[in-house]
Antibody, heavy 118, light 112 residues
Framework: QVQFVQSGAEVRKPGASVKVSCKAS????????IHWVRQAPGQSLEWMGW????????KYSQKFQGRVTFSRDTSASTAYMEVSSLRSEDTAVYYC???????????WGQGTMVTVSS | QSVLTQPPSVSGAPGQRVTISCTGS?????????VHWYQQLPGTVPKLLIH???NRPSGVPDRFSASKSGTSASLAITGLQAEDEADYYC????????????FGSGTHVSVL
């Protein structure tokens, strides 16, 4: 079945960076874009942007432009999200998700908790 | 603040019908973009419940239905069950510079 497996929880100090991975299986990785969505504790979902799994093209929400980098490795069927200059407000669960070309997210990773604390 | 507005909570007794509204604007729902709905059970990953305004993915009970009109959309749960207690989020696409994919503020459904 189609699934995404994300890397484990991370703890970082303010100002540091973190890189989260998302390994896909069960479908042709290059077919669909991979999106990243985060959810701060007790808060709603927040879309961060996406990476075209086929050609690596990226699109970022204005809020994260310049501080977040998406990438992918097609040979490993894996997408990556790196967040730099972390601050406490970045403490959240980060999800990767697939958009099967209808502007919705049909498959989600299990989430990666990123805690930013001094 | 979320681009799409939902009531923070709704509640109902088992068997009742509840509805959740999702209010947007002329740059998202009102522009004709589809609305999708997600269910997030406590401590779990969001699950796609409705896509394309009113389409249920395979496996989603027909107790869940949704519609869209103008700048708003709504999700209805009929025959409310205990396992429906969860957070529900609407989502659409927004053509403004605030972002491209937008989520609602979320609604917690409580089963009394």
């Amino acid at each position: 079945q189609v699934q995404f497996v994300q890397s484990g929880a991370e703890v970082r100090k303010p100002g540091a960076s973190v890189k989260v991975s998302c390994k896909a299986s069960g479908y042709s990785f290059s077919t669909y874009a991979i999106h990243w969505v985060r959810q701060a504790p007790g808060q709603s979902l927040e879309w961060m942007g996406w990476v075209n799994a086929a050609n690596g093209f990226t699109k970022y929400s204005q809020k994260f432009q310049g501080r977040v980098t998406f990438s992918r490795d097609t040979s490993a069927s894996t997408a990556y999200m790196e967040v730099s200059s972390l601050r406490s407000e970045d403490t959240a669960v980060y999800y990767c998700a697939r958009d099967p070309n209808y502007y919705a997210f049909d498959v989600w990773g299990q989430g990666t908790m990123v805690t930013v604390s001094s | 603040q979320s681009v799409l507005t939902q009531p923070p909570s709704v509640s109902g007794a088992p068997g009742q019908r509840v509805t959740i509204s999702c209010t947007g604007s002329s740059s998202n729902i009102g522009a004709g973009y589809d609305v999708h709905w997600y269910q997030q059970l406590p401590g779990t990953v969001p699950k796609l419940l409705i896509h394309g305004n009113s389409n249920r993915p395979s496996g989603v009970p027909d107790r869940f239905s949704a519609s869209k009109s103008g700048t708003s959309a709504s999700l209805a749960i009929t025959g409310l069950q205990a396992e429906d207690e969860a957070d529900y989020y609407c989502q659409s696409y927004d053509s403004s510079r605030n972002g491209f994919y937008v989520f609602g503020s979320g609604t917690h459904v409580s089963v009394l």
